[in-house]
């Protein structure tokens, strides 16, 4: 599975786990953060599709959590930015541009509660 960072969009090639410590090779972010986990989703309590882990505030800082599963922190961040791409636009006028949407954010977005 290709896996790339949150915050700069690097496309990440790790030897082993990622420990509470790893940082992006590029941009130093922290990996081992709610952003970059398989289990962030906004639409749902919490912003975390797993049950039983615990409430985290900072999303973007490392953390602890267990239940941690590396994800393509970069589709969330193109999401967001497409999505704010398009309200700027219907502020002004504009009609959104076309989606070049991901295969793994459709999907996503299929099973997503409203």
Same mark, same amino acid.
């Given at each position: 599975m290709a896996t790339s960072?949150?915050?700069?969009?690097?496309? $990440?090639? $790790?030897?082993?786990?990622v420990g509470r410590r790893t940082t992006c090779p590029d941009c130093d972010a922290d990996l081992h953060s709610c952003i970059n986990c398989r289990f962030y989703d906004e639409g749902v309590a919490h912003e975390c599709r797993e049950p039983h882990a615990e409430h985290l505030i900072d999303k973007q800082a490392s953390n602890a959590c267990e239940l941690f599963q590396l994800g393509d922190g970069a589709s969330r961040r193109r999401a967001r930015s497409r999505a704010a791409r398009d309200a700027l636009g219907a502020l002004f006028g504009e009609a959104p541009g076309p989606a070049e949407q991901d295969p793994r954010d459709a999907l996503e977005a299929l099973f997503r509660k409203p």
């Open positions: 960072c949150y915050g700069c969009g690097a496309e $990440l090639r $790790l030897d082993g786990p």
